[in-house]
């Protein structure tokens, strides 16, 4: 079965750090495109950021609200995605999802589009 | 970044009948090597996850109804419910994929009438 479980969130202070991962099964990790979005309460959809299979080059791309705080990493010998969450801001609590953009053949199918979500994460920042 | 728009904000379909959303992208999602447009449709139901309906535009995701349909091309795509279902009340977020920030549009919020 395809599967994404989301591990990590919490609540935090403005100002702190976490770490939130994201256990996948089911798929060619290796090759997959792995994203992070969020959600605010009672809001829309936002992007944070991708990394890049391996066959891709493995590169990754943030949102600008994020970049140079997020950092997405894998571990593709544990199929695990992590996002490191630093300086956190009361305007980053949100649900985390983990998503993927799954190969065959190496090729991504949908070309990026988010094919698998994991039931997400709560990251809560308040004082 | 590219903008993405949608209309309507909200809308009330009876049962059977047609739904139609509107996706505007700030400049085009068609990438020209290839001919496709990177645009997706996502459908995410009250405290659930969003899921995967159309990418491509128009390609239908594995399992997807066939009620479900996208067109369009350029900047101005289209989601249309052919037979609304009460299963499909839902909030529906269109997405492009073309350039990093992959922006998602504000959703459009579907109700039964």
């Known amino acids: 079965e395809v599967q994404l479980v989301e591990s990590g969130g919490g609540l935090v202070k403005p100002g702190g750090s976490l770490r939130l991962s994201c256990a996948a099964s089911g798929f060619t990790f290796i090759n997959a495109w792995m994203s992070w979005v969020r959600q605010a309460p009672g809001k829309g959809l936002e992007w944070v950021g991708r990394f890049k299979g391996k066959t891709d080059g493995g590169t990754i791309d943030y949102a600008a609200p994020v970049k140079g705080r997020f950092t997405i990493s894998r571990d593709d010998s544990k199929n695990t995605l992590y996002l490191q969450v630093n300086s956190l801001k009361t305007e980053d609590t949100a649900v985390y999802y983990c998503?993927?953009?799954?190969?065959?053949?190496?090729?991504?199918?949908?070309?990026?589009?988010?094919?698998?979500w994991g039931q997400g994460t709560v990251v809560t920042v308040s004082s | 970044d590219i903008v993405m728009t949608q209309s309507p904000d909200s809308l009330a379909v009876s049962l059977g009948e047609r739904a139609t959303i509107n996706c505007k992208s700030s400049q085009s999602v068609l990438y020209s090597s290839n001919n496709k447009n990177y645009l997706a449709w996502y459908q995410q139901k009250p405290e659930q996850p969003p899921k995967l309906l159309i990418y491509w535009a128009s390609t239908r995701e594995s399992g997807v109804p066939d009620r479900f349909s996208g067109s369009g091309s350029g900047t101005d795509f289209t989601l249309t419910i052919s037979s609304l279902q009460a299963e499909d009340v839902a909030v529906y977020y269109c997405?492009?994929?073309?350039?990093?920030?992959?922006?998602f549009g504000p959703g459009t919020k579907v109700d039964i009438k």
């Open positions: 997405q492009q994929y073309y350039d990093p920030p992959h922006t």
């Open positions: 998503t993927a953009s799954i190969t065959i053949s190496r090729v991504v199918i949908s070309g990026g589009a988010l094919d698998i």
